[in-house]
């Protein structure tokens, strides 16, 4: 390019350039009310902040009940400061209902698991309880540290309708964290959708879920599909496999 051409592109640029001043009342796009409500964080981010419904202190399951009958005590073991599946004695889920929240959960892999694939530390969290058994949305609880089953169905998938963005594990023995933020569905008053529940989820702090429009509920068999209701439990799943118990602790729920 010659200097004389230059010259004019560069007279052009100049002569176009945007002006940067700026015009107008920079008040009049501000926005002051209303005021969001003051919360207190907890001391660290799994801590619960001054707003959380505690569901699991360490101490007992007050806020929980059996699945297979709701008048029933929920039967897992409560023991230093964790809740460990006991086996046989079915699902548990909160006795409060919820719409939209935001949730966290530890859970914990016995440092001595065995089995595999899906037998290897299977539990869950279903984000909406909506009937008796494994009725709801599941975002898985397995194993995956370093144990390969279908991937629509490894930690942190939503149970085979979303793969994890990434496999965040953590070895077995060691406590690992989920915050969930959950958007429950919405129906209308002959039943159909009328806006389908959407997730978002961090795995031990690393997003694995991101938005994702939920399908419909959680099938083993079939596609997922929707059925209408309202809030619902949180529950937790008792998996049938042999492998040994894992343990949940620190549960804290803000309703959104
Ligand atoms: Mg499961």
């Not at 100049?14 to 003051?38: C, H, L, M, R």
């Not at 902040?49 to 059996?66: C, H, Q, T, Y």
């Not at 077995?172 to 933020?181: A, F, K, L, M, T």
Request: net charge neutral.
């Amino acid at each position: 390019m010659n200097n004389k051409i230059t010259a004019i592109l560069l007279a052009g640029i100049i002569n176009t350039a945007p002006v940067f001043s700026q015009q107008g009342d920079p008040k009049a796009t501000e926005v002051w009310s209303p005021v969001p409500k003051i919360v207190t964080p907890g001391a660290t981010s799994s801590d619960a902040p001054s707003d959380a419904i505690i569901l699991f202190d360490g101490k007992n399951l007050d806020e929980w009940v059996s699945v297979k009958d709701a008048n029933t005590p929920a039967q897992w073991t409560v023991a230093n400061g964790a809740v460990t599946v006991k086996k046989g004695t079915g699902n548990i889920q909160t006795k409060k209902s919820f719409t939209d929240y935001q949730l966290h959960i530890e859970w914990r892999i016995p440092a001595t698991i065995t089995g595999s694939g899906q037998a290897r530390g299977n539990s869950g969290v279903f984000l909406a309880s909506t009937g008796p058994g494994d009725d709801g949305y599941e975002i898985q609880v397995l194993d995956c540290y370093n144990n390969t089953t279908y991937v629509n169905g490894q930690t942190a998938s939503i149970y085979k309708q979303s793969i994890p963005l990434v496999n965040a594990c953590k070895k077995p023995g060691e406590w690992q964290s989920y915050d969930i933020i959950w958007t429950a569905p919405r129906f209308n008053d002959d039943g159909s959708l009328k806006s389908p529940a959407r997730v978002t989820a961090l795995h031990n702090g690393v997003l694995v879920q991101n938005n994702f429009e939920i399908k419909g509920v959680t099938k083993y068999i079939g596609a997922p599909e929707y059925k209408k209701h309202g809030p619902a439990p949180i529950k937790l799943q008792d998996h049938g496999d042999p492998s040994e118990p894992i343990s949940y602790r620190n549960i804290w729920i803000r309703e959104l």
